[in-house]
């Protein structure tokens, strides 16, 4: 008997873990299917080429500076993941605070 308490306390582990890494890969690829539209959308509307080769979706304004995300310190993307876990738990979309320039000049 103990033995089966202990294997059905390991599946119910097992399942959980399982359940969570299912929850994440839904949110990854909601996440990505979101980042595809409006990268789209973009083109579409603005005109805007994402084919020339000025489009880098590894780059983010930082400090007014189009940064690739490597070399933005890790204290603001911290800050950053904590804005965007704020307002999801408040039920918002997170904007991000980033100097507006126009790198299509």
Known sequence: MAALKVARE???????QLEKEVDELQDYVI?????????????????????EGNFDP??????G?????EDIPDEAKEEAA??????????????????VVNIFD
């Open 65 to 69: 500076e189009l940064l690739s995300l």
């Open 10 to 16: 390991e599946d119910c582990r097992q399942k959980a």
């Open 58 to 63: 590894y780059k983010a304004f930082h400090n």
């Open 82 to 99: 904590n804005k965007e876990e704020a307002a999801k738990e408040e039920g918002r979309v997170a904007t991000p605070s980033v100097d």
């Open 31 to 51: 996440e990505q299917l979101g980042f595809d539209l409006v990268v789209q959308l973009t083109t579409f509307f603005y005109k805007i080429p994402t084919d």
